[in-house]
């Protein structure tokens, strides 16, 4: 028996908000979901309750992604 965790219970999708991990200064930034590619996602942090919004759109797997935004 499979013991389902984190996102398999639920889909993401483009214009989705998420929070991830920011690898400069240790933060945790909310985000917008721009593009999907597989189990990747491309990211932008030019989004109003972000604290970073200059900070360029990235890539980021599927298991960085900690929760979605409520």
Not at 8 to 28: I, Q
Not at 34 to 58: H, V, W
Request: glycine share 8%; proline share 3%; net charge neutral.
């Amino acid at each position: 028996m499979k013991i389902l965790e984190g996102f398999e219970r639920f889909s993401l999708g483009e214009g989705d908000k998420v929070l991830v991990h920011y690898w400069y200064n240790g933060m945790v930034c909310p985000t917008q979901i721009i593009k999907t590619k597989g189990r990747k996602f491309l990211i932008s942090y030019d989004i109003e309750e972000s604290m970073i919004q200059n900070a360029p759109s990235e890539w980021v797997k599927k298991e960085d992604i900690i929760d979605k935004l409520r």
